[in-house]
């Protein structure tokens, strides 16, 4: 079947302003959209500028706007979309470097400030340890769900946030610190929370739930960041009227004697 | 004052002016059917209904305004011209009220 | 964060706006938003006309009763989403996915939300013009 795909091109060290490239393509039942944009690229026209890597939704560097919504090439049919006519664009809300390419730096600029690792506190027990934490299911399906991020930046193509106000911290991000901070190990809750309570962090969410139409891994960011509101607000709450705060349920640790913290040779 | 707290704040407020709003305006069939006379209660409630819906207005004016002006500078001083707008409409109108 | 933004994106803007493609949810925090400036608007006018003429034009009054009942409604939602209370529960991310979030209880607020403004909307209008009370 042939299908024709209208794609965005742009170069910011030569062009001045972005154009359009028609190109049509036979696709069988199978191809994605990645097939197409690769066979464009091997057959027609060898300056299509495009970034992929796994070709199965895994590595999240194929996200672009494709008919006007955000997904993964890869992840996409192109019969699927039921459309003779496909319209492929960089994502939106990033600087784009050439044509399908776009520059996530400052995304991972923010994504770094909220210590997107497990945060321990007692040193000795990580130098010396006598045992293990083994989680519970319920304990696992807790953060399970949001753990499965590929940060492809879909979401933060969507966001209607991020689209006006550049300093917020985007939902991929707010959905990793819940995803940290909730995970049982984890102790960094407090340390994140100068920047995930600020002016331009979690509240500025309001629930359109754009985010969660995109993603392509169900990640669902649009759940993660209400209960990253709840758990923030009932540790503020409990700060400024208690003046202390709730000991976050830990996992428990299984002794195994038979560790030794000497290395053996 | 966190950002969570504001907000919770704005929440609050919210559901206040639902509450004191509704008796605002029914205020005149209670009279008139003769439930509750006190007019100082109405205007208590009024002064409740007042403070937090100036509060929930300027929060959300302030909260649309950071996401269109995202400077750190602008998000840092917004709120005390909020603040001070917000304290001399509430004087001014309570005065009115008074 | 010192280059944050530093370079142009597309999108800005028409992305806020932009509402083909997603769901219900987007359209609900436009109106949200839109209408709350409104009546900010509203009540600057009101605070400072002490004559509240604009009283007597039925227009603006069935105008800014109906934003006021739908900013009210839409705003006990989000609320009880903000919160984490109607999101539904974290579950097992295996394909096909489910978005808790887009469907159960999230959705039936919504749906909620839309019959009962309608019905108080439909109630103000015919009150104003005078069919009822
Ligand atoms: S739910 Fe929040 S983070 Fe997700 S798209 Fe909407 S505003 Fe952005
Ligand atoms: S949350 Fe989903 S859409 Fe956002 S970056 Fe992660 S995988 Fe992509
Ligand atoms: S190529 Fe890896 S996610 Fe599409």
Same mark, same amino acid.
């Given at each position: 079947?042939?299908?024709? &795909? #209208?794609? &965005?091109? &742009?170069?910011?060290?030569?062009?001045? @302003?972005?154009?359009? @490239?028609?190109?049509?393509?036979?696709?069988? #039942?199978?191809?994605?959209? /990645?097939?197409? /944009? /690769? #066979? =464009? #690229? %091997?057959? =027609?026209?060898?300056?299509?500028t495009l970034r992929y890597s796994c070709r199965q939704a895994v590595c999240g560097s194929c996200g672009m706007v494709i008919n006007g919504k955000e997904r993964l090439a890869c992840f996409t049919r192109v019969l699927e979309l039921n459309s003779n006519m496909i319209t492929i664009e960089p994502l939106k809300n990033f600087p784009v470097i050439k044509d399908l390419v776009t520059d996530f730096t400052e995304l991972f600029v923010k994504e770094k400030t909220i210590k997107p690792y497990i945060i321990r506190r007692d040193l000795e027990e990580m130098m010396k340890p006598v045992g293990m934490y083994l989680q519970k299911e %319920?304990?696992? /399906?807790?953060?399970?769900?949001?753990?499965? *991020? =590929?940060? *492809?930046?879909? $979401?933060?193509?969507?966001?209607?946030?991020?689209? =006006?106000?550049r300093l917020f911290l985007t939902p991929m991000v707010l959905n990793k610190a819940y995803r940290f901070s909730i995970d049982p190990r984890d102790e960094g809750f407090e340390e994140r929370l100068s920047i995930i309570d600020? %002016?331009?962090? *979690?509240?500025? $969410?309001? &629930?359109?739930?754009? *985010?969660?139409?995109v993603c392509p891994k169900g990640i669902d960011p649009g759940k993660s960041i209400q209960y990253l509101k709840n758990m923030i607000t009932s540790h503020s709450l409990l700060e400024l009227f208690l003046g202390r705060t709730k000991k976050k349920k830990k996992t428990e640790l299984l002794e195994r004697p038979h560790i030794s913290s000497e290395p053996e040779i | 004052m966190r950002e969570s707290v504001k907000m919770l704040l704005h929440y609050i407020t919210g559901v206040l002016i639902l509450i004191t709003g509704a008796i605002h305006v029914l205020s005149g069939h209670f009279e008139a059917y003769g439930l509750i006379k006190s007019a100082e209660l109405y205007s208590i409630n009024k002064l409740i209904f007042l403070a937090s819906i100036l509060y929930h207005a300027l929060n959300g004016v302030r909260v649309v305004l950071i996401e269109f002006v995202p400077k750190r500078w602008f998000t840092d001083s917004i709120t005390l011209v909020l603040i001070i707008i917000g304290l001399a409409f509430f004087i001014y109108t309570s005065l009115l009220i008074f | 964060m010192s280059n944050v933004g530093a370079r142009k994106s597309r999108g800005r803007v028409t992305g806020w706006l932009k509402i083909r493609g997603y769901s219900i949810e987007k359209v609900m925090y436009l109106v949200q938003r839109i209408?709350?400036?409104? +009546?900010?608007?509203?009540?600057l006018w009101h605070l400072l006309d002490t004559n509240q003429a604009y009283l007597l034009i039925t227009e603006l009054q069935i105008l800014f009763g109906v934003i006021i009942i739908f900013h009210a409604l839409n705003g006990v939602r989000l609320v009880l989403a903000e919160y984490g209370f109607i999101v539904g529960k974290p579950i097992r991310a295996v394909y096909p996915y489910k978005f808790t979030t887009l469907r159960g209880l999230?959705?039936?607020?919504?749906?909620?939300? +839309?019959?009962?403004f309608i019905i108080l909307t439909a109630i103000w209008i015919l009150n104003i013009v005078g069919v009822i009370g």
């Open positions: 079947m042939k299908v024709t &795909f #209208k794609i &965005f091109r &742009f170069n910011p060290a030569v062009d001045s @302003s972005p154009r359009w @490239s028609v190109y049509e393509v036979e696709v069988d #039942k199978s191809a994605t959209i /990645l097939d197409a /944009l /690769l #066979k =464009i #690229k %091997e057959n =027609i026209d060898p300056t299509l %319920e304990e696992t /399906l807790s953060y399970l769900q949001f753990a499965e *991020c =590929i940060e *492809c930046g879909l $979401c933060v193509s969507a966001c209607p946030t991020v689209s =006006i106000d600020s %002016e331009h962090g *979690c509240w500025r $969410c309001h &629930f359109a739930l754009a *985010c969660s139409n | - | 209408s709350g400036l409104m +009546i900010v608007g509203f009540l999230q959705r039936l607020s919504v749906a909620l939300v +839309i019959v009962v």
